[in-house]
């Protein structure tokens, strides 16, 4: 069974730091490249950040650029992302998913396997 869990959601005062971790289970890690996304209440999902299996190169949103750091850890099947200097424009759930590595990670449209997702809450 394919599975992506995120956790490391919570939340935190404006200018703080939270670590997301997304464990991936049952597609072969290295046959895919794996996103974050974003869902904030009545707005579009977003495409914040990526990293491509291909050449561990990584994409990110303008909105987060210079502030999240995304990172993987092969041997554990695990994707992380580092969110410092968090604004409250920043609240939202937060999921990891996966795209068939034939696809660039920045395609955010063709990803097909999904996490539940995990609540971030940033306070002014």
């Known amino acids: 069974e394919v599975q992506l869990v995120e956790s490391g959601g919570g939340l935190v005062q404006a200018g703080g730091s939270l670590r997301l971790s997304c464990a991936v289970s049952?597609?072969?890690?290295?046959?895919?490249?794996i996103g974050w996304f974003r869902q904030a209440p009545g707005k579009e999902r977003e495409g914040i950040s990526c990293i491509e299996k291909r050449d561990g190169s990584t994409h990110y949103a303008d909105s987060v650029k210079g502030r999240f750091t995304i990172s993987s850890d092969n041997a554990k099947n695990t994707v992380y992302l580092q969110m410092d200097s968090l604004k409250p424009e920043d609240t939202a759930v937060y999921y990891c998913?996966?795209?068939?590595?034939?696809?660039?990670?920045?395609?955010?449209?063709?990803?097909?396997?999904w996490g539940q997702g995990t609540q971030v809450t940033v306070s002014s």
């Open positions: 049952g597609l072969s890690f290295d046959d895919y490249g």
């Open positions: 998913a996966a795209v068939p590595r034939k696809y660039y990670c920045s395609n955010y449209r063709w990803y097909d396997v």
